[in-house]
């Protein structure tokens, strides 16, 4: 019987080790995947060419240019996304499903395709594009206009998933305790919420920094870092394009980092 035992115990110690290297080579082999290009920046740059590309007027340009679309087009996706995601939570009503579909299509359709519905509203020869004094194609308006429609689901599916989340009995003693609805949401909702909240601000403004496909089809010009590294590429080939890519490298870090440091906070009693 203990023959049996041992025997059962060492089968089962080989198949959780096979299990672990199988996962362990499948891992090992995405993680290279992912980061071989990163790494390999550093065998084929050439110093001369990265300080007299980086140092261009456009890449300063466009760098700045995506910094402050993205972040007014996250913002203004908070100021109207962070509400409707709570509502999409806490009420049921006909065609609730529906309404989740939509929101959902921005992020499944080609951007491309994402930008040609814009233009088809906000084109210069559409009733608004020609009733209105604004530019709306060919500037900054319809880069925060194309990264806000391509971004919108990911602030808003993240802050319903951080609601739903919220056990609701919460708000139902704070509004017992005689707290009116306003205050319920922005005393205990919105805290309860925050790190998935939080987790929506920084997803939505990485995807509208590195928005391209819509914003090519409404605003190609002024460039954003992505049509600047495009363009870069087309005119000048990979060195001439690195500089702004290696930006976009750091910046990812950056915002990763404080993210991360967000995270670590929320755990901590008294946030």
């Given at each position: 019987?203990?023959?049996?035992?041992?025997?059962?115990?060492?089968s089962s110690t080989k198949k959780r080790r096979a299990f672990g290297i199988v996962f362990l080579?499948?891992?090992?082999?995405?993680?290279?995947?992912?980061?071989?290009?990163?790494?390999?920046?550093?065998?084929?740059?050439?110093?001369?060419?990265?300080?007299?590309?980086?140092?261009?007027?456009?890449?300063?340009?466009?760098?700045?240019?995506?910094?402050?679309?993205?972040?007014?087009?996250?913002?203004?996706?908070?100021?109207?996304?962070?509400?409707?995601?709570?509502?999409?939570?806490?009420?049921?009503?006909?065609?609730?499903?529906?309404?989740?579909?939509?929101?959902?299509?921005?992020?499944v359709i080609p951007p491309l395709a994402s930008g040609t519905l814009l233009l088809g509203i906000?084109?210069?020869?559409?009733?608004?594009?020609?009733?209105?004094?604004?530019?709306?194609?060919?500037?900054?308006?319809?880069?925060?206009?194309?990264?806000?429609?391509?971004?919108?689901?990911?602030?808003?599916?993240?802050?319903?998933?951080?609601?739903?989340?919220?056990?609701?009995?919460?708000?139902?003693?704070?509004?017992?305790?005689?707290?009116?609805?306003?205050?319920?949401?922005?005393?205990?909702?919105?805290?309860?919420?925050?790190?998935?909240?939080?987790?929506?601000?920084?997803?939505?403004?990485?995807?509208?920094?590195?928005?391209?496909?819509?914003?090519?089809?409404?605003?190609?010009?002024?460039?954003?870092?992505?049509?600047?590294?495009?363009?870069?590429?087309?005119?000048?080939?990979?060195?001439?394009?690195?500089?702004?890519?290696?930006?976009?490298?750091?910046?990812?870090?950056?915002v990763l980092a404080v993210f991360s440091i967000v995270k670590k906070e929320g755990l901590k009693?008294?946030?």
């Amino acid at each position: 019987m203990k023959q049996k035992d041992t025997s059962s115990d060492i089968s089962s110690t080989k198949k959780r080790r096979a299990f672990g290297i199988v996962f362990l080579l499948l891992s090992g082999a995405l993680v290279v995947y992912i980061a071989y290009p990163i790494a390999n920046i550093i065998t084929i740059v050439e110093p001369r060419t990265f300080m007299e590309s980086i140092t261009r007027p456009q890449i300063g340009g466009a760098f700045l240019l995506s910094l402050g679309t993205a972040t007014i087009s996250t913002l203004l996706l908070a100021a109207f996304g962070i509400p409707f995601a709570y509502c999409m939570a806490r009420y049921n009503f006909p065609g609730k499903f529906l309404i989740k579909v939509l929101i959902i299509i921005p992020l499944v359709i080609p951007p491309l395709a994402s930008g040609t519905l814009l233009l088809g509203i906000f084109g210069a020869y559409t009733p608004l594009g020609r009733s209105l004094p604004v530019e709306f194609t060919q500037s900054p308006i319809g880069v925060i206009i194309a990264q806000t429609y391509v971004s919108s689901p990911f602030m808003i599916l993240l802050a319903l998933a951080a609601f739903e989340s919220v056990d609701e009995s919460y708000e139902k003693v704070a509004r017992i305790l005689g707290k009116g609805r306003m205050e319920t949401f922005l005393r205990v909702s919105l805290p309860l919420a925050k790190r998935g909240i939080i987790a929506g601000f920084i997803m939505t403004w990485v995807r509208s920094v590195g928005e391209l496909g819509a914003t090519m089809m409404m605003a190609y010009n002024p460039h954003t870092v992505s049509i600047q590294i495009f363009e870069d590429n087309a005119v000048g080939g990979f060195q001439n394009a690195l500089p702004l890519i290696v930006l976009v490298i750091i910046l990812s870090a950056l915002v990763l980092a404080v993210f991360s440091i967000v995270k670590k906070e929320g755990l901590k009693p008294g946030w």
